[in-house]
Nanobody
């Protein structure tokens, strides 16, 4: 069974930074694009950032462009989300996603990020 385990969330002041990690296992990590999503209270889950199999291509939601950076280390089977200049509206549960095709769509349990003074 595919496993995705997020870590690195927490409470941070506005303007602060956090680095999220997602450790993946039980699939060929380097063969798949990876994505970070988030879900704020009372809102739908939204795509935050995505990265191609070897990391050469990335994409971001407009709301995080210039502040967040997605990266991956295929040797460690881990994808990261560096979040800088955090804002209260970034408060959400952040989820790691691996879509392996053929209906195989996997999610981690999420890590909570709270941005508050």
């Amino acid at each position: 069974q595919v496993q995705l385990v997020e870590s690195g969330g927490g409470l941070v002041h506005p303007g602060g930074s956090l680095r999220l990690s997602c450790a993946a296992s039980r699939f060929t990590f380097s063969s798949y694009a990876m994505r970070w999503y988030r879900q704020a209270p009372g809102k739908e889950r939204e795509l935050v950032a995505g990265i191609s199999r070897v990391g050469g291509l990335t994409n971001y939601a407009d709301s995080v462009k210039g502040r967040f950076t997605i990266s991956r280390d295929n040797a460690k089977n881990t994808v990261y989300l560096q979040m800088n200049n955090l804002k209260p509206e970034d408060t959400a549960v952040y989820y790691c996603n691996a879509n392996l095709g053929y209906g195989m769509d996997y999610w981690g349990k999420g890590t909570l990020v709270t941005v508050s003074s």
